[in-house]
């Protein structure tokens, strides 16, 4: 069977993803499952995060967000029978490409996916929604009555933080990097009570007049918001495309008094003024990196949770992921060298 892996460059040479033939183990391990792949996500892959974690592989697997059905399970498996409809995300480790046809998969890394749900959305969706469940619930503890700031609203992982929150009786604010995303997202409602708004206010910034702290200080009556998640940081504010992303001393600056700030950018600087701030409003800051779940077996059974819960939510409607490009197996190299240079987009391969 054939599977999509990606040849690691040296220096400043691009990655080159490959098709390449791969077989499945005689033997299945004693709390592994065996599924047969209906649908994967693809994702851009992290290098220094998987240089960092040691992985070394000439080929290293590409696709871990799957969906599918359980064909065979281990002797010592307690929770699935064949038959059953699964969806999980591989860990870094794995061996196993998703767009394999068959994989082997720990138990402990897959949830049952609900029968009214396809394989396709969910597997599009998986990784979105644990990022949002790690920033507003891990990190940023959020509660009903809370206000939350999410930049570029219309993203993905933006939509699934706005209507999580919503959900939990959170007033959202958010930005918008474009005239057709600020309507799209104006006119966001949930999919079932009450069709008031989902966001309380959308700050557009695609036109470079917008102050963003003036705004958001007066949505909150001078207070500041309790929590911010971001989708990235303009650190020196002289490079092109950080046009449209927050610099840092504003998201410091409309954090309120105990707030707390979930940042995507992993290389982050804040300068002693910055330091200075934070500590004057006892604010906080966490780093977003989902991989943790996988990466480390501390918070098994928690990770879990988060699982099921995107299942049930997005089941019920609550969670309503944008559609995902689905593309064949034969243009996954290409779909993923498209990703590789623009991190937030995502495409789900068919199988």
């Known amino acids: 069977m054939k599977g999509l892996y990606c040849r690691a460059a040296e220096g400043d040479a691009e990655p080159k ?37 040691g992985i070394q592989r000439d080929l290293l697997p590409v696709g871990r967000e799957v969906a599918g059905v359980v064909l065979q399970v281990g002797p010592k498996v307690t929770f699935f029978q064949p038959e059953d409809e699964v969806v999980g995300v591989l860990p870094l480790d794995s061996s196993f490409s998703g767009l394999c046809e068959v994989i082997d998969v720990d138990e402990y890394y897959i949830v049952e996916k609900p029968e009214k749900l396809s394989s396709v959305s969910v597997a599009g969706a998986l990784r979105d929604g644990v990022c949002a469940y790690t920033a507003l619930h891990t990190h940023a ?66 036109n470079g007049s917008s102050d963003l702290l003036s705004m958001v200080l007066e949505e909150t009556g ?29 998201i410091i600056s409309v954090l309120g008094v105990g707030g707390h700030w979930v940042t995507s950018h992993k290389n982050l600087q804040l300068d002693p003024p910055d330091c200075r701030l934070l500590h004057l409003k006892s604010a906080s800051v966490s780093f977003l990196n989902p991989e943790v779940w996988t ?31 689905t593309v064949p197996l034969y243009e996954a190299t290409v779909a993923m060298e498209t990703l590789q240079g623009h991190p937030k987009k995502r495409a789900v391969v068919q199988l």
């Open 17 to 53: 993803f490959v098709i390449q033939e791969t077989t499945l183990p005689d033997v299945l391990g004693t709390h592994q499952v065996r599924v047969k792949v209906k649908a994967c996500g693809l994702s851009p892959l992290d290098f220094k995060l998987i240089q960092d974690l």
């Open 141 to 206: 503890r959020m509660a009903a009555g809370h206000t939350l700031l999410v930049t570029d609203g219309a993203s993905p992982f933006g939509l699934l933080c706005i209507q999580l929150a919503c959900y939990h009786g959170v007033k959202v604010l958010t930005t918008s990097h474009s005239p057709q995303k600020q309507s799209f997202l104006e006119q966001l409602r949930p999919s079932v009570g009450v069709q008031d708004p989902l966001v309380a206010r959308v700050i557009p910034v695609h």
């Open 222 to 250: 001078g207070l500041g918001v309790d929590i911010v998640v971001d989708s990235g940081v303009c650190l020196h504010g002289d490079k092109e495309e950080n046009k449209l992303l927050p610099h840092k001393h504003d």
């Open 295 to 325: 990466a480390s077996s501390a918070q098994q059974g928690r990770y879990l949770h988060i699982l099921k819960d995107i299942m049930e939510k997005m089941s019920a409607g609550v969670l309503r992921p944008q559609t995902e490009e």
